[in-house]
């Protein structure tokens, strides 16, 4: 069964950072291109960040690029997202999906908050 | 990457038939036969209902179909019930592997 575990999520200062985790299970992870996608409180689905399968190559959504990074350890079966210089407007439920057909499966999400 | 364009609000009775715009560009929509779907209830993660623009994972009820011309995707979910209900939200490669999603549409059956 495929399982997506986000955590890492929390209350930090405007300008701070964070480094959220999504562990893997039930897949061939070295092998799954992998994404980052956030929700607003109340508000739609953005699209964040992608990795490809070895790690080499990232992607993100202009909004967060040069702030964020996505990595991952095949070793470990885990994703990453590295948030740095933090806004406001990045408060919002994290979710991890994996890319097949499209983005085929979605963790529960993991919750940040960016307030003083 | 500006959202795609979704109507806020759709509603229909049970086993009527309601459709879902989803507006964008040449250089996504328009662009590419890549867009997908996806159903969200209230405090849940999103799953996927459509992709490559008229395709169903194994599982999901035939009642839901998709559909595409020019810049604007559609999908339609016919014969609906009370567990249709929920949000539906499209999302479209835009090129560059940069994906780009619509701003979601309420569907509620009334």
């Known amino acids: 069964e495929v399982q997506l575990v986000e955590s890492g999520g929390g209350l930090v200062q405007p300008g701070g950072s964070l480094r959220l985790s999504c562990a893997a299970s039930g897949f061939t992870f070295s092998r799954t291109w992998m994404h980052w996608v956030r929700q607003a409180p109340g508000q739609g689905l953005v699209w964040v960040s992608r990795i490809n399968s070895d790690g080499s190559t990232t992607y993100y959504a202009d909004s967060v690029k040069g702030r964020f990074t996505i990595s991952r350890d095949n070793v470990k079966n885990t994703l990453f997202l590295q948030m740095n210089s933090l806004r406001a407007e990045d408060s919002a439920l994290y979710y991890c999906a994996i890319e097949g057909e499209a983005l085929d499966y979605w963790g529960q999400g993991t919750l940040v908050t960016v307030s003083s | 990457q500006s959202a795609l364009t979704q109507p806020p609000s759709a509603s229909g009775s049970p086993g009527q038939s309601v459709t879902i715009s989803c507006t964008g560009t040449s250089s996504d929509v328009g662009g590419y036969n890549y867009v997908s779907w996806y159903q969200q209830y209230p405090g849940k993660a999103p799953k996927l209902i459509i992709y490559?623009?008229?395709k169903r994972p194994s599982g999901v009820p035939d009642r839901f179909s998709g559909s595409k011309f020019g810049n604007t995707a559609s999908l339609t979910v016919s014969g609906l019930q009370a567990e249709d209900e929920a949000d539906y939200y499209c999302c479209s490669y835009a090129g560059d592997y940069i994906d780009v999603f619509g701003t979601g549409t309420r569907v509620t059956v009334l």
């Open positions: 490559q623009v008229t």
